[in-house]
Protein backbone atom coordinates (compact mmCIF):
# COMPACT_ATOMS: atom_id res chain seq x y z
CA UNK A 1 0.00 0.00 0.00
CA UNK A 2 0.96 3.57 -0.68
CA UNK A 3 0.25 6.41 1.41
CA UNK A 4 0.25 10.53 0.71
CA UNK A 5 1.20 12.95 3.31
CA UNK A 6 -0.03 16.71 2.76
CA UNK A 7 1.41 19.69 4.91
CA UNK A 8 1.32 23.20 4.09
CA UNK A 9 -2.51 24.16 4.05
CA UNK A 10 -4.19 27.01 5.77
CA UNK A 11 -5.75 30.27 5.82
CA UNK A 12 -4.13 33.13 4.24
CA UNK A 13 -4.99 36.25 2.91
CA UNK A 14 -5.63 37.34 -0.65
CA UNK A 15 -2.18 38.48 -2.31
CA UNK A 16 -0.38 35.95 -0.21
CA UNK A 17 1.03 32.65 -0.50
CA UNK A 18 1.36 29.29 0.82
CA UNK A 19 3.60 26.04 -0.36
CA UNK A 20 2.09 22.51 0.21
CA UNK A 21 3.80 19.50 0.48
CA UNK A 22 2.96 15.88 -0.24
CA UNK A 23 5.31 13.13 0.73
CA UNK A 24 4.73 9.11 -0.42
CA UNK A 25 6.04 6.49 1.03
CA UNK A 26 5.24 2.34 1.07
CA UNK A 27 5.53 -0.09 -1.35
CA UNK A 28 7.43 1.98 -4.32
CA UNK A 29 8.82 1.13 -7.22
CA UNK A 30 8.70 4.35 -9.04
CA UNK A 31 6.42 6.60 -9.18
CA UNK A 32 5.32 8.00 -12.68
CA UNK A 33 3.04 11.48 -12.57
CA UNK A 34 2.51 13.31 -9.15
CA UNK A 35 -0.45 16.29 -9.10
CA UNK A 36 -2.53 18.43 -7.09
CA UNK A 37 -6.48 18.41 -7.52
CA UNK A 38 -8.60 20.78 -5.68
CA UNK A 39 -12.31 20.26 -4.96
CA UNK A 40 -14.15 24.03 -3.63
CA UNK A 41 -17.70 23.43 -2.32
CA UNK A 42 -20.43 22.67 -4.87
CA UNK A 43 -17.85 21.75 -7.44
CA UNK A 44 -16.21 18.76 -9.20
CA UNK A 45 -12.86 17.94 -8.71
CA UNK A 46 -10.50 19.70 -10.57
CA UNK A 47 -6.63 19.32 -12.10
CA UNK A 48 -4.63 22.14 -10.98
CA UNK A 49 -1.25 21.05 -11.66
CA UNK A 50 0.53 17.57 -12.80
CA UNK A 51 4.23 16.68 -13.11
CA UNK A 52 5.32 13.40 -14.77
CA UNK A 53 8.78 11.75 -14.07
CA UNK A 54 10.96 14.19 -16.39
CA UNK A 55 9.55 16.71 -14.49
CA UNK A 56 7.34 18.12 -17.33
CA UNK A 57 4.40 19.91 -16.09
CA UNK A 58 1.08 20.93 -17.00
CA UNK A 59 -1.67 23.83 -15.10
CA UNK A 60 -4.78 24.57 -15.49
CA UNK A 61 -5.57 27.85 -17.03
CA UNK A 62 -7.04 29.64 -14.34
CA UNK A 63 -3.32 29.16 -12.05
CA UNK A 64 -1.05 29.48 -14.96
CA UNK A 65 1.62 32.49 -13.88
CA UNK A 66 0.79 31.78 -9.84
CA UNK A 67 1.48 28.15 -8.90
CA UNK A 68 4.32 25.86 -9.59
CA UNK A 69 4.52 22.50 -8.98
CA UNK A 70 7.96 20.58 -8.34
CA UNK A 71 9.45 17.25 -7.08
CA UNK A 72 12.43 15.59 -5.34
CA UNK A 73 12.50 11.98 -6.89
CA UNK A 74 15.25 11.04 -3.69
CA UNK A 75 12.46 11.92 -1.45
CA UNK A 76 9.29 11.14 -3.25
CA UNK A 77 8.15 14.23 -2.70
CA UNK A 78 6.15 16.72 -4.70
CA UNK A 79 5.53 20.46 -4.11
CA UNK A 80 3.04 22.92 -4.53
CA UNK A 81 4.10 26.68 -4.36
CA UNK A 82 0.72 29.06 -4.19
CA UNK A 83 1.45 32.80 -5.26
CA UNK A 84 -1.06 35.63 -5.75
CA UNK A 85 -3.76 33.99 -4.42
CA UNK A 86 -6.89 34.52 -4.61
CA UNK A 87 -10.20 33.85 -2.76
CA UNK A 88 -11.50 31.67 -5.83
CA UNK A 89 -8.38 29.17 -4.98
CA UNK A 90 -10.39 27.93 -1.53
CA UNK A 91 -10.42 24.73 -1.76
CA UNK A 92 -9.22 21.18 -0.39
CA UNK A 93 -6.53 20.31 -2.12
CA UNK A 94 -5.38 16.64 -2.68
CA UNK A 95 -1.98 14.88 -3.36
CA UNK A 96 -2.40 12.24 -6.40
CA UNK A 97 0.44 9.92 -7.66
CA UNK A 98 0.81 7.12 -10.26
CA UNK A 99 2.83 4.73 -9.34
CA UNK A 100 3.80 1.28 -9.77
CA UNK A 101 4.36 -0.78 -7.10
CA UNK A 102 6.55 -3.44 -8.08
CA UNK A 103 9.85 -3.87 -10.39
CA UNK A 104 8.32 -7.13 -11.90
CA UNK A 105 4.57 -5.47 -12.70
CA UNK A 106 3.24 -4.29 -15.70
CA UNK A 107 0.40 -2.66 -13.92
CA UNK A 108 0.45 0.94 -12.51
CA UNK A 109 -2.13 1.88 -9.52
CA UNK A 110 -3.34 5.57 -8.63
CA UNK A 111 -3.50 6.83 -5.21
CA UNK A 112 -4.93 9.94 -3.02
CA UNK A 113 -3.88 11.92 -0.12
CA UNK A 114 -6.28 13.09 2.68
CA UNK A 115 -7.01 16.46 1.53
CA UNK A 116 -5.77 20.03 3.16
CA UNK A 117 -7.84 22.68 3.69
CA UNK A 118 -6.61 26.21 1.63
CA UNK A 119 -9.15 29.38 2.78
CA UNK A 120 -7.87 32.58 1.10
CA UNK A 121 -9.35 35.74 2.27
CA UNK A 122 -10.73 39.09 0.75
Known amino acids: QVQLVESGGGLVQAGGSLRLSCAASGTIFRINAMGWYRQAPGKQRELVAL???????NYADSVKGRFTISRDNAKNTVYLQMNILKPDDTAVYYC????????????????WGQGTQVTVSS
Open 51 to 57: INSGGST
Open 96 to 111: NADVRTYRWSYKDSNY
